[in-house]
């Protein structure tokens, strides 16, 4: 639907890993940055195969056999088309650089569509809270939330919004450090 958001993942076919090395991530990284950044020079229209009108993207997390994206899709074709993209060239690199054949993604990739603020802001925690030491983890849009890096394709304030940045009991730090939610969501929510 447009103007929806969207948790997005998918993972590696029999929970293989498709990511073996820093260019890897690094990689995928480039070609998610292509897809959704204005190109140079040019106005603010539509370009084939760039989705940065179309696509805003939340937060991330790349693990070593899976990813996560939390996309808000502005039109209803957006997903499909920038996930065919990411995925086929991903394929494309990886299967090239260690000279295998086949499929690398387990399938079509997952989408769940977020049916509230809260729910939006729970998926951030669980998809930047993946790794163990997530507050150093440099594979994920966590450091976007932190103020320590910009990644201008990535776009926090929407959930950094409805966040402190005085009182820190209330601030997006401590939401992550939160140990128990009293399951105010299942995880079913997040990722079904």
């Not at 260019?23 to 040019?42: C, E, I, M, N």
């Amino acid at each position: 639907m447009p103007d929806s958001y969207y948790h997005i993942y998918n993972r590696g076919v029999e929970k293989r890993d498709i990511f073996m090395d820093d260019q890897d991530y690094g990689v995928f990284l480039s070609y998610l940055r292509k897809l959704l950044t204005a190109p140079k020079g040019q106005s603010r229209i539509q370009v084939d195969n760039n989705f940065f009108q179309q696509v805003m993207l939340l937060c991330y997390c790349l693990m070593p056999n899976h990813f996560h994206l939390l996309i808000k899709q502005r039109n209803s074709e957006a997903i499909g088309k920038i996930i065919k993209i990411l995925c086929t060239r991903y394929s494309m690199y990886f299967n090239k650089k260690y000279q295998r054949v086949g499929k690398l993604f387990q399938g079509v990739y997952k989408a769940v569509t977020v049916r509230s603020e809260e729910q939006l802001v729970y998926l951030t925690r669980y998809i930047h809270t993946n790794p163990k030491d997530f507050t150093n983890y440099k594979y994920s849009s966590i450091r976007n939330y932190l103020k320590q890096v910009n990644q201008v394709w990535v776009e926090p304030e929407p959930v950094l919004s409805m966040f402190s940045v005085t009182n820190k009991n209330l601030t997006y730090t401590n939401f992550l450090n939160i140990k128990n939610d009293n399951g105010f969501l299942s995880e079913r929510m997040l990722i079904d």
